[in-house]
């Protein structure tokens, strides 16, 4: 697990918003049984998908755990995760709307962000929540970019489908892995 470190910066120096619902929103996550999993092709596509429909550099499928954003799908970058206090996905899952940075250098809330001010040099960012059928926000497809730039109508709908999608197959892979649950603890009891 590759986490990244920014020693010169006090983690506190940052008000990450905590949706009032954390403790159930946590709950439906781990319910979820995706955290720290393997690479799959279905999710890697749809983050492909992602940043060439947004003409981005960069694609992330997120999920926001207690203290860290973890990758589930990625283009662009390397890492496999980051604190949560860095997070632009952080702000994300407080709306069920997209979520638009035009330039984060002109933006208060991440003007001071490490990945704004030092390498990778983050500009844009457009993030989709990812809500279950019972609202609530697990994470982002989101995509990002190192120069300022705004989305069309038509990439935002977009964006948008495609996080729903992701939940339809985050969804559809609850279900098997409860119904594969069921049978065992049925045939156990015979």
């Not at 403790?23 to 999993?37: F, G, S």
């Not at 983050?47 to 860290?68: E, F, G, K, N, Y």
């Not at 330039?103 to 960012?125: C, E, I, M, W």
């Not at 929540?129 to 990002?144: E, F, H, S, Y």
Request: hydrophobic share 45%; with cysteine.
């Amino acid at each position: 697990m590759k986490l990244l470190q920014v020693a010169w910066i006090k983690q506190t120096a940052y008000k990450i918003p905590i949706p009032r619902d954390e403790t159930q929103r946590l709950a439906a996550l781990h319910r979820y049984d995706i955290l720290d999993t393997a690479p799959e092709k279905t999710f890697d596509s749809i983050t492909v998908l992602a940043s060439h429909v947004c003409q981005t550099p960069i694609a992330l499928l997120v999920l926001i755990d207690q203290d860290r954003q973890w990758f589930k799908a990625k283009v662009g970058v390397r890492l496999k995760e980051t604190l949560r206090a860095f997070a632009f996905c952080a702000h994300t899952i407080m709306q069920r709307a997209l979520f638009i940075i035009p330039d984060a250098t002109q933006d208060k809330r991440f003007a001071l962000n490490p990945f704004v001010v030092s390498g990778p040099h983050y500009r844009f960012y457009a993030g989709a929540p990812l809500v279950t059928p019972d609202n609530r926000a697990l994470g982002t497809l989101c995509v990002i970019d190192k120069m300022r730039r705004t989305l069309t109508i038509d990439q935002k709908m977009d964006l948008l489908a495609l996080s729903r999608l992701v939940m339809t197959e985050l969804e559809l892979r609850r279900s098997l892995g409860e119904e594969r649950w069921v049978k065992k603890a049925i045939h156990r009891h015979r």
